[in-house]
Antibody, heavy 120, light 110 residues
């Protein structure tokens, strides 16, 4: 079974770049069977899809965040990362990484989530 | 991309059934079979309970069932149990490598 764990700063200043890493265990991010996703949830609100990356490095982003977001792979450490630039208070959220199954186009395993607060 | 529409809340007594709707458009829920449902307890990550409209992952009891008609998908929880009290979210593929989540429904077991 896949296991995912998010890591990164819990506090980011406005206008700076939010950077998070997801470490994957129990499977390889180089597998063509999966894609690797980021999803966020503002406090007390619903889920928002951010984007995902395939093992090939192809990336797909939410239209609403596309200008500010990038997702990348680190095959040597079995990790993938999220960068969100020019953050504001509206980017305060719990950020989840997830494993998507290519065959079913479903995120089946999620990390526990990490709260990132944007504040000066 | 607008969030899929779910009722904010739903409730039922233990043993009863509750059905949650998830309304989208002909460009997402109505067009694709990639509709999934997640259960989320407070402070926890979402957990997959239904994928591809009506399929259950291994380990999810058959009390959970999914369906779709037109632009609306539905999740039915039968035989309500106290630990079914949680937030439920639908999610649909929306084409062009985009995904959209529902607004979420809080289920209360009376």
């Amino acid at each position: 079974q896949g296991q995912l764990q998010e890591s990164g700063p819990g506090l980011v200043k406005p206008s700076q770049t939010l950077s998070l890493t997801c470490t994957v265990s129990g499977g390889s991010i180089s597998s063509g069977d999966y894609y690797w996703s980021w999803i966020r949830q503002p406090p007390g609100k619903g889920l928002e899809w951010i984007g995902y990356i395939y093992y090939s490095g192809s990336t797909y982003y939410s239209p609403s965040l596309k200008s500010r977001v990038s997702i990348s792979l680190d095959m040597s450490n079995n990790q993938f990362s999220l960068k969100l630039k020019s953050v504001t208070a509206a980017d305060t959220a719990v950020y989840y990484c997830g494993r998507g199954v290519v065959g079913t186009m479903t995120v089946d395993y999620w990390g526990q989530g990490t709260l990132v607060t944007v504040s000066s | 991309q607008s969030a899929l529409t779910q009722p904010p809340s739903a409730s039922g007594s233990p043993g009863q059934s509750v059905t949650i709707s998830c309304t989208g458009t002909s460009s997402d829920v109505g067009y694709y079979k990639y509709v999934s449902w997640y259960r989320q307890y407070p402070g926890k990550a979402p957990n997959l309970i239904i994928y591809e409209v009506a399929k259950r992952p291994s380990g999810v009891p058959d009390r959970f069932s999914g369906s779709k008609s037109g632009n609306t998908a539905s999740l039915t929880v039968s035989g309500l149990q106290p630990d079914d009290e949680a937030d439920y979210y639908c999610c649909s593929y929306a084409g062009s490598n985009n995904w959209v989540f529902g607004s979420g429904t809080k289920v209360t077991v009376l």
